[in-house]
Each structure stands twice: as C-alpha cells, then as structure tokens.
C-alpha cells in the first residue's frame, strides 16, 4: 500500500529568506493564545489542527579519518562532504489533524514534509579507496537513486498515523480501541529498543533520528497499520494487545549519504535482488498490574512479531546480496516500574527466541531457507531512571536520565554454521569483537543530563542537554543489538522562547573500535557505523502553530 | 520502597525524632460547642468585625441570589454583585494609611508599580457550604488528629479537619483540604507575563478533579483503606501543539510519608504511560515563567517537611474576594497588562486570615527560606503569600482568586496568579474568562476507573 506521494514544497533558493521571514514574523507576532481548535457547528465534535515547523542546519566538524575515507566500503559517504562542509539544509513539516466526538471516539491524521536543499545527487568516492572492487556501490550512473532523493533531499511528503480510536465499556471494563496507522511501544526502555520488550514494535525512521536533531517520536516511530487494545478490567489491572495488519522495514541512512554505509538498503539497489520482507500478523498481548502493596506497575507482555531490522546483504545467486528480514520472532519479557525515592525507575527481561542472529557475511542459508541468518535464543535485560532535581548552585533545575542495557546468548536454534561467533565461524578465531563477530554478552550505558536556567531573558528559557551513551562490553549476539566501542556524546544548548520557538545549537561526536587491518582488502576493521569522523555542529529551530 | 520506607520509619522512631509530636485528637467536647455557636460550624467568627467593615456570616450567597446573567451549566459564574463600585482605592499615595491590613507582596506591588492599584470593594461572606460538609467539619473537630511531625492527617474526613485551629499545620491542612470545587472538569489556560510586558500562553488544559476525601461519603477509616487520597488530578494538553495530545494524571494522600505523591505521564508520540519521578519542593515550573516551585500549587501542595509551620493568629487583610470577573468575565488579552493584572479586574476585600509563618527547617534546602501564609477564615481556598528568597529578600507574592459556586453552595478557588517581585514577571493559572474555557462541576461524578494510569490514553491521544 503506497500512501506517500510527493508534493512540491518549496523551490530552492529562497528557502533560507522565506523561512529567516517566516521565523520573524512568528516572533514579532503579537503573542495571542494558541489559534488551533476550528470551531465546528456540530455540537461536541472538537477538531483541532496543529502544525510545526523545524528547520535543521548541520556542519562536518572532522577531517576524514584515512581509515574510514580509504575503506571501499565507507568511502562514498565519507567523500560527500569535506570538514566544515554543509551537511543538511533541511525544512520538515509536521501537520497534525485531531478530530474527537463526545471524547470518546475520534480520528487522527498526521503527515510530515521535508525538504533539503544541501542534497547533492552526484557521486563522490575516493577514487584511491581500497577494496573498490568488492564493495558496493551507492549510485546509478554516478547519481543517487530516487529513494535516496526522497529522504535525503525532498520535496517530498508521508502519511504518518492515519487511525481512529473509541472508548468502550463493556461490562466493568473500560477499553481504548484504536485501528490504522499508529505507533504503540510497550515497556519500560529510555533510549532506544535494541533490547527492549518493544524490540521492532515499531519500525523507527532511522535516517530523521540520527540527521533531523529535534525531530520527536511522532516522526521516528513509524506507524503501522494495527488494532491496539488497552482494556482496564479494574482499577489494578489492565490488559494490552496489538493485531498487525502491516509490515514496514526500519529506515537507516542510505549509501552515500553522510551518516550512510556504502551500498546498503532501499536506495542503490546496485547489484541487489529484492529484499525478502516481513508481513503482517504482529500480534502482542500483556497484562499491567498495580498492586496497591507494590506501588508500582508490573507488565508481562508475549509477543510474535517479523523483524523491522533485516540482515541487510545477504549473499544470495549470482553473488548478489539481499536484505531478509527473519520472520516468527518469539518474545517473553516481564517489566517492573516503581518511584523510589523520588526517581522513576524501570526495569524490563525479555527473552526471544528464533531471534535473527549476528550472521555470516559471506554465506546465507540459501534459496529453500530464505536466504537466512543463524537464529536462536537471547537473553535482554534493562534498567533505567529518572530524577528531577530541584534548585542548585549550578541551575535552577535538571533532569538526569540513565540507562543499562544488557544482553546474552542463551543457544543457537537455527542454522550454528552461519552465526558470526567463536566457536562457530573461522573467521572469528582471532580478534573477533574487532571482526564483528558477536559475543556471549553485551552492555551499553546511556546518560542524559539536562539542567535548565528559565528566563534567563524575558520569555527566554535556556537548557544544555548533555547526553553520553556507550556500548561498553561486547557486540550483541542478535542482529544490529550493538557493537563494543561505539559512543555517542551530544553536547547542545537551547533556547526556548515564548514556550512556542525553539533554537537548538549541538555538537555531536563519535567514537568507536576502528583499526588498520593489512590482512583485510579494505584495509581497514571499523566496529558499527563509520561515524568516528562523522562529528557534526547542528542548528535547530522549531515552531509550533 | 515499603520497606525502606519502613526501615527509615523505624529508625526515626528508635532515634525518638517522630511521633513526639503527635497531639491529642481534635479538641475538646466542650471547646467544641463554640461552632455554630459563636463561631460557624467551620469555625470561622460568626460576628463582623466593630468597624462594620467586615459583615457577620449569614449563610453565604444562596441558590437565590442567581445574577440574572448566570447561566447554570455554562461553566461560567457570573459577577452576583455586578453594580458595586469600589470604596476606596489603595495605590502608592495611601499605602501608608492602610499599611497594617495589606501583605508585604502588595505592598511591594504598590511602591514597585505606579499603574498598581487595589480597588477595595464591601466585603461579602459568600461562601456556602452543603449540610453534609458542616456535619463532617463538626465530627473532624474532635476527631482529626496530626501525626507524623505534622505530617499526615487521620481521622477526619469530608469537612475542614480543624475548624478551631491550633497550630501552623492545622492550618495548613485545613488550606489544602478547603471543599473546593470537586469533583469537576475545566478546560483553563496558563499564562505568564515577561518583564517586557509580552504574555505568553504556556498552556491548555483539561483538566478532570476529584477529591475522594470530599466525593465518596466514606469514613476516614474507609478512605485510608481506599487510597488516602484528598486530590486527584488528571489532565491533558490541548495546547501548546508540541505538547497537545500529552496527558498526566497525579494523587495526593493525606499521609504524604507512607503515600508521596504519585504521578504518570502519557506520551502521545508513544502511546506510553510511565510513572513519573518526584518534581517537588523548590524545583521551578517552566509553564509558570519559573515564578512559582511544585510546592506552591495552590499556595501550598505537597509535604510540608522542610518548613516549621508557626501560627501566627489572625488579622484583617485585604485579599483578593468573590473575582467573578477576574476568573471567568475577562478575556486574557483585557487582564494581562504590562507587570501586573489590570487593576480594573482584581477584586480585594477585607476579610480576617489566618496567618502562618513557614520557616526553612535548619538544614533543609530550599530557595525560600520563609514564607507567610494568610487564609480566609471561611476556608474558602481564598488566601495569599508572601515569600522570602535565602538571604530573606522578599521575592514573590502569591494570591488566589475565590469564586464561590453559588447555585451548588461550593467554594471554589482554583484560579491563582503569582508576581516575582525581584524580575518583574508574573503568571496566572487555571483562567476560564476566554471563549470556550470554563469550569464545569459533574455532581454525578466520573465514569468509574477514570482516575486510574491506565485511563490516560482516553483522555490523550
């Protein structure tokens, strides 16, 4: 089902003196109250529409690192832009239509819109890369493919949720319903889903969550079309559920583009089959319990569910590769959320099995089994929290965040000779973590900061989001679960002015595993996403209207 | 947590710090009589005050004196004295002359503005209260009883705890739990004035109240078994749009040590509802242009531990009174003026408060170090503060704006605006005067498990 469809936008060059105008005139706009409900004639029908705007500006801040730049395999995205060379230049649109009746039933309707006039088609590549020869290509005929120019440059527009909902009550019970497009996440998790009891509940929008800073989960959680339950049978328990109708793949950035790896997924399909795709009988069903004694919430949540992450190239005939993505994942996890002391605290165990293991690049299971991966049972555990505190010497308030994500093998169930791992592949006798080969355990840590300083000018709040996350020990043994080394740390400051403009200035680094590898054709063993040079100055400024 | 809870309850009682304070139930039998006697069955002093300028309680407004403006179910209550001017105005120029009944914020207000002005209407004991309230404020008076340093209320229920107060925290409990509107839903804005004079609407709510202390007509034996809760509220944004469709829902009990106050968000991105942490005490409200701290809901929400609470007795005050026309009869855009609330809209009236000193506990840590406290005799909700910041500056001034609900015999006083006197801004909360706000009673109650985590994607989207 094709929903998106292409819009103009916006021609080019005026973009910056439309949009410097625009964010004048919103400014200098007399401050009324917000314009959004649309009165209807009809009684106790409410709709409202809302809408906001952001604008993304983004430098490179690093010199290529001759071990990212000089390896066929990154070298294209990494040749796309020099050091202090404009990365995105981009206007995204998010228009939300809410429409209610009595407060009980109602339909919701949310697009979003984008244009990026840094784009450029062309194809760039280090002509001295090494290992050309195997790597993947990220152009046709030295241009990005079309699927590339819709993400990376616009003008182009999607529907995001598209659903209706109603209230019910059916004896004691009391049941939200919604049908359509919508994005539901279950559990506990802060930062990201890798290990979580909402492991590919959602497909996210990969590509806006690492290039688009501020965009929210409105737009990265990309929607499915589903029936969702959330039925209170008392005022302690609760129970859950989720039918798929529809399958969509996670968006990563494509090849050749600045956070890209050569070659990989929808864009180029240079040399590739069609992807081998899931479908859409997600089906999840948990039960919330409040306990008065607990003073908290347990969840225990099932679930059975296709990937939304593939294994992206897998070897297929002909030497051509092909993304699969595992269909029939099994999911068991229990979560617990409670306030100690103040702090919110979460904690969830999950348990999967026939979950797509880190496999094989060189071979796949072949034709009659689906060109897949190894497969088996793993272990993920997390536990997070949350704390607000009060005045200090430092700020008048802040919110710490902090997350530890943990992971384990339990056993391999499906094709032992294809798991990346010790034991299993020759080719991770040596140095495997290095090799990406996975290991028996996994842990990441996250840390977000935030203090904030209010009205430091008049109607102008300041806030300096710090955040850190690290994946300390291990790669996952489950597919694209993380590898050893990889960090991120964002250090931004933002101003937020009249509650309704937003001004974002952030530095974003990278740090990860990388070393040179003469016994490599590529010359070069780089562990997860080629971002090591990728550090970037981003400008950010969003209006809700 | 029940257990650290338990093992930090036991060693404060190993180490002799609690429960020394624990007073006697209520007060005496005999005490008692003087309610309905020379004072009101709430306690408040029957007679008017040897001026004539503050009348005797005769009952309230009654479900006869309707405005012939008001329209019942409307959410809207319209100004009952519509053709009284004021008697006098106090500015800068007569401050002096009426120095003793003002609080140390309006007279901050009048030296720091010129265009200051309070307009002293007559003043109106309007407030009513239902039988069955009276009756319970009756029964609290020799029954309700402090514990926990102050801490927590027992045995009292569905009336005022202590009509004839004795202390600051008596007090205090007797503020949060006025019968104050419930159980309702409103749909009110927030708003906050910079110092450049620029207003700026922080937010939409609908708001769904309840209080089972006031709702439910259980015993205060049934009500600590059924969760202790004395205000529950949940809510959704319907403006500004970056957080319409985000919902919350939070209770607080009257044993805040056993029962802290709990509160969940829903995320309308996510569709997720997660518990959330404590934003208590001194910790700045951003949508209230940082003027006011979690604690100061109302003049004062949440545990009072980190302040010693002295009374101080009572006195005639000018305080803002029966602001009809603030609440509901007045469009943000007339009301938000440069600095302050236009004085056209603020009704004062002499009224006797209670007035209570907070000061900071030695150790504790806040940004104000004392506050001053003055409550309406008649508990309406109607009260103000003064606040003092560390080095003992005064900083902020806070009022609340009552509007009895005259054809329910309800007060309700849920409207409250705050100056920080120190950055010339201030902010004013839970407004109903523009088109399509108000503030509507539901005497039949709420769908049952409405206030309940798991009800907040109903109320979000």
Request: overall charge neutral; aromatic content about 12%; charged content about 20%.
């Amino acid at each position: 089902m094709k929903i998106t469809r292409s819009i103009a936008l916006l021609s080019q060059r005026p973009l910056i003196i439309m949009l410097l105008g625009f964010i004048s005139v919103l400014i200098l706009l007399p401050q009324a109250s917000y314009a959004m409900p649309i009165s209807t004639e009809v009684p106790d029908l409410q709709v409202s529409w809302n809408n906001s705007l952001r604008y993304n500006w983004g430098m490179r801040m690093q010199e290529r690192n001759p071990l990212i730049a000089n390896n066929a395999l990154y070298d294209q995205g990494d040749a796309l832009v020099n050091r202090y060379g404009t990365i995105t230049n981009r206007l995204d649109w998010l228009s939300e239509l809410d429409l209610s009746f009595h407060e009980r039933y109602g339909l919701r309707v949310t697009a979003a819109a984008w244009y990026d006039a840094a784009y450029d088609p062309h194809s760039h590549s280090n002509p001295n890369a090494l290992g050309a020869g195997a790597a993947p290509v990220s152009y046709l005929n030295g241009e990005f493919t079309s699927a590339v120019q819709r993400y990376a440059n616009g003008p182009y527009a999607e529907l995001l949720d598209a659903f209706v909902f109603g209230s019910f009550e059916i004896g004691p019970a009391v049941s939200n319903v919604k049908l359509g497009r919508h994005a539901l996440v279950w559990g506990e998790s802060l930062f990201g889903s890798a290990h979580a009891v909402s492991y590919s509940q959602v497909p996210s929008d990969g590509i806006k969550a690492i290039s688009n800073p501020g965009a929210s989960a409105k737009e990265t959680a990309l929607p499915l079309n589903q029936l969702s339950l959330l039925s209170q049978i008392n005022p302690t328990v609760s129970l859950v559920a989720q039918l798929g109708f529809e399958w969509r793949p996670n968006r990563l950035p494509e090849g050749g583009t600045y956070f890209g790896a050569d070659g990989v997924n929808e864009g180029p399909n240079v040399n590739r089959l069609a992807a081998l795709e899931g479908g859409g009988g997600d089906l999840g069903l948990g039960l919330n319990w409040r306990p008065v004694w607990l003073d908290g919430m347990l969840g225990i949540y099932g679930r059975h569910f296709d990937d939304k992450g593939g294994w992206l190239a897998q070897v297929a005939d002909g030497g051509q590769t092909r993304a699969v993505y595992a269909r029939d994942i099994g999911l068991l996890g229990v979560t617990l959320s409670k306030n100690i002391g103040g702090t919110s605290v979460g904690a969830e165990l999950s348990h999967r099995s026939n979950d797509p293991l880190v496999s094989d690049s060189a071979a796949s299971a072949g034709a009659a089994n689906g060109y897949a991966g190894a497969r088996g049972d793993t272990w993920h555990g997390l536990i997070n929290s949350v704390t607000s505190f009060g005045s200090s010497p430092v700020c008048q308030s802040s919110v710490l965040s902090a997350e530890f994500t943990w992971s384990r093998l339990d056993r391999v169930t499906h094709n032992p000779e294809l798991y990346r791992a010790q034991g299993y592949l020759p080719a991770c006798d040596s140095d495997p973590t290095l090799r990406g080969c996975a290991d028996k355990e996994f842990m990441s840590l996250a840390l977000s900061f935030v203090p904030t300083w209010l009205q430091v000018y008049p109607g102008v709040d300041l806030e300096m989001p710090l955040f850190f996350a690290k994946n300390f020990k291990g790669n996952a043994p489950s597919n694209g679960g993380g590898n050893e080394g990889v960090t991120t740390f964002k250090i931004g400051l933002t101003a937020k002015v009249y509650a309704r403009h937003q001004f974002d200035l952030a530095y974003t680094g990278y740090d990860q595993k990388i070393e040179p590898a003469a016994d490599s054709i590529f010359g070069s063993r780089i562990l997860g996403a080629p971002y090591k040079d990728k550090g970037w100055l981003s400008f950010t400024y969003q209006v809700a209207f | 947590m029940k257990y650290l809870s338990l093992a930090i309850l036991l060693s404060l009682f190993l180490t002799g710090t609690i429960w020394v304070n624990s007073t006697q139930a209520g007060i005496s039998a005999s005490e008692a009589r003087q309610l309905g006697d020379s004072l009101t069955s709430f306690g408040a002093e029957k007679a008017g005050n040897r001026a004539g300028t503050i009348p005797a309680y005769t009952g309230g407004l009654s479900v006869n004196d309707l405005p012939p403006d008001f329209q019942k179910g409307s959410g809207i209550w319209t100004n009952p004295f519509p053709n009284e001017k004021p008697l006098y105005s106090i500015s800068s120029r007569n401050l002096a002359e009426h120095a003793s009944k003002l609080s140390e914020a309006s007279k901050a207000l009048l030296r720091l503005y010129p265009s200051y002005r309070m307009d002293i209407y007559p003043s109106h004991r309007s407030v009513a209260y239902p039988a069955w309230v009276l009756n319970n404020t009756l029964k609290n008076a020799t029954s309700a009883r402090l514990t926990k340093e102050g801490l927590t209320l027992e045995g009292a229920v569905g009336g005022i705890p202590f009509p004839i107060p004795k202390n600051g925290n008596e007090v205090m409990w007797n503020h949060m739990l006025a019968y104050n509107g419930y159980p309702a839903e409103y749909l009110g804005r927030n708003w906050y004035v910079d110092k450049t004079g620029r207003a700026i609407n922080t937010g939409e709510l609908k708001c769904s109240l309840q209080s089972d202390y006031y709702t439910f007509h259980w015993g205060a034996d049934e009500l600590k078994k059924k969760g202790n809760s004395f205000f529950k509220a949940a809510y959704h944004f319907t403006a500004p749009p970056n957080a319409a469709g985000n919902a919350a829902y939070s209770v607080d009990t009257l044993d805040p040590v056993e029962q802290p106050r709990r509160s969940w968000s829903y995320s309308a991105a996510t569709r997720r509802i997660r518990i959330a942490p404590d934003y208590t005490y001194d910790t700045p409200i951003a949508s209230q242009g940082g003027i006011t701290t979690y604690d100061e809901g109302y003049l004062s929400l949440g545990r009072l531990d980190l302040f010693d609470f002295k009374l101080l007795g009572k006195r005639e005050m000018y305080i803002p009174y029966n602001n009809y026309r603030l609440v509901f009869q007045s469009r943000a855009a007339q009301i938000l003026t440069p600095n302050h609330l236009s004085p056209d809209f603020v009704r004062w009236e002499l009224h006797r408060v209670w007035v209570v000193e907070a000061t900071r506990k030695p150790g504790k840590k806040h940004t104000i170090s004392r506050r001053i406290f003055y409550f309406d005799e008649d508990w309406s909700g109607a009260g103000m503060s003064d606040a003092y910041s560390r080095n003992d500056q005064l900083s902020k001034g806070m009022f609340i704006a009552q509007t009895p609900l005259y054809d329910a015999q309800m007060p309700l006083a849920r409207c409250y605006f705050a100056y920080d006197l120190l950055d010339n801004r201030y902010t004013l909360i839970q407004h109903f005067g523009d088109p399509g706000l108000g503030y509507k009673l539901k005497p039949e109650g709420f769908q049952p498990l409405t206030f309940t985590p798991d009800a907040l994607p109903n109320r979000g989207r």
